[in-house]
Each structure stands twice: as structure tokens, then as C-alpha cells.
T-cell receptor, first 115, second 112 residues
Framework: GAGVSQTPSNKVTEKGKYVELRCDPI?????LYWYRQSLGQGPEFLIYFQGTGAADDSGLPNDRFFAVRPEGSVSTLKIQRTERGDSAVYLC?????????????FGPGTRLTVL | QKEVEQNSGPLSVPEGAIASLNCTYSDRGSQSFFWYRQYSGKSPELIMSIYSNGDKEDGRFTAQLNKASQYVSLLIRDSQPSDSATYLC????????????FGSGTRLSIRP
């Protein structure tokens, strides 16, 4: 089956604009994660969904960031009033059950550039 | 102190030798430990996971865990040029078992 997919692969926007990043997890995976990776750093946890609900959103940096997963499959990460510091690769991952030992499978990422 | 610490490298190892990658973590309650490989411009891929003290071997890879010392390592035997990548150590958070904390990675370069 298909892996995790993310769209768009690249997004260039201007400071102050709104962006949406989409993640399509592996079919049947109940857990979905969003990470942000800056150059030379490891992925930084943002939010974790179990089904439709956000089980842990402690990594969202501020209230400009919001994510939804309305039907327990596709998720959208929304960033309002983008800032240059938001520029990074946004990675999505999914796992079968979301327990600690589960393997997280990563998508190819969306490279966000805020000018 | 960072939650997961790794030497950023680069670590240069001759082809055929053993590459040794190290990681320390601060959350004593962590239960799950992972090594991911990330090629430049690509997303991370899981290569090893370990949950109990001791060694776990998978092909050319061996993960070692010492919870008392809060230390995880990855050994790559018979290193190949294709092993050149950044290796990310990741640890689950005790407070939220499904939350994974990544180190900043060690760049490994295998020289022919």
C-alpha cells in the first residue's frame, strides 16, 4: 500500500499569510503526528492525533498553529499570520495504534518558506 | 540540558569499519528508544528500536541500551558508503508515551 503522503511538497508564502499543509496517513493507521524540522536539527514534535482527537498538542509553538483531523484520516496543519521563523520542513508521520512501541512512518515533508 | 543529546559530527569512518553512534537522554522514565536514518533531503526512516537493557542485533546494526546510564548507542558493522547519512536518536516521553523526542542527529560519512 501507499505510504504517508504530504501536499504540497513545497510552499512559498509571504509573511503574514495563511497556509494549510495536508497529510494523508497510511490507510488504517489511527495515530498521526506532525513534526517540524529546521536545518541541522532533529524533528520537533508539534501534535499527535489518536483518531479524530488531538491527544497531545503540547508541541504547538503558539496559537497561530492549529491542526485538525475531522474524519480520523487526513489531517491539515494550519498556520495563521506566518512569520519568517516558521520556515522549516513540516513532517507528518503515522503509526498503527499510537502506542509507545509503534513504528512511526514519515511522509516526504512539506518545505515551507516564508519570505 | 537537552532531552536527547547526540554529537553532531561529522563522524568519518573508513569503509568496512565499525561506526559507533551515541546518544544520552534525560527522561529517566522513557521506555522506548529508536534510531532513525535520514538521507539529505529525505524524511527519517526507522532502522532500529529497543525497549530493554542490553543489545539488539539486526543484520549489520546493533542497538545497545543502558537505562541506568541513560545511554543508547548504535553500532554499524562493515560500514558501506550507502550508510552515509544523519542518524537520529529518538526517545519516547514518559509523560506522553506516543510523543517522540528526537536528538539533533549525528552526521556519518563513510569514506571509501
Amino acid at each position: 500500500g501507499a505510504g504517508v503522503s504530504q501536499t504540497p511538497s513545497n510552499k512559498v508564502t509571504e509573511k503574514g499569510k495563511y497556509v494549510e499543509l495536508r497529510c494523508d496517513p497510511i490507510s488504517g493507521h489511527t495515530a498521526l503526528y506532525w513534526y517540524r524540522q529546521s536545518l541541522g536539527q532533529g524533528p520537533e514534535f508539534l501534535i499527535y492525533f489518536q483518531g479524530t482527537g488531538a491527544a497531545d498538542d503540547s508541541g504547538l509553538p503558539n496559537d497561530r498553529f492549529f491542526a485538525v483531523r475531522p474524519e480520523g484520516s487526513v489531517s491539515t496543519l494550519k498556520i495563521q499570520r506566518t512569520e519568517r521563523g516558521d520556515s522549516a520542513v513540516y513532517l507528518c508521520a503515522s503509526s498503527l495504534r499510537g502506542v509507545g512501541e509503534d513504528t512511526q512512518y514519515f511522509g516526504p515533508g512539506t518545505r515551507l518558506t516564508v519570505l | 540540558q537537552k532531552e536527547v543529546e547526540q554529537n553532531s559530527g561529522p563522524l568519518s569512518v573508513p569503509e568496512g569499519a565499525i561506526a559507533s553512534l551515541n546518544c544520552t537522554y534525560s527522561d529517566r522514565g522513557s521506555q522506548s528508544f529508536f534510531w532513525y536514518r535520514q538521507y539529505s533531503g529525505k524524511s527519517p526512516e526507522l532502522i532500529m528500536s529497543i525497549y530493554s537493557n542490553g543489545d539488539k542485533e539486526d543484520g549489520r546494526f546493533t542497538a545497545q541500551l543502558n537505562k541506568a546510564s541513560q545511554y543508547v548507542s548504535l553500532l554499524i558493522r562493515d560500514s558501506q558508503p550507502s550508510d552515509s547519512a544523519t542518524y537520529l536518536c529518538a526517545v519516547n516521553s514518559y509523560s506522553s508515551a506516543s510523543k517522540i523526542i528526537f536528538g539533533s542527529g549525528t552526521r556519518l560519512s563513510i569514506r571509501p
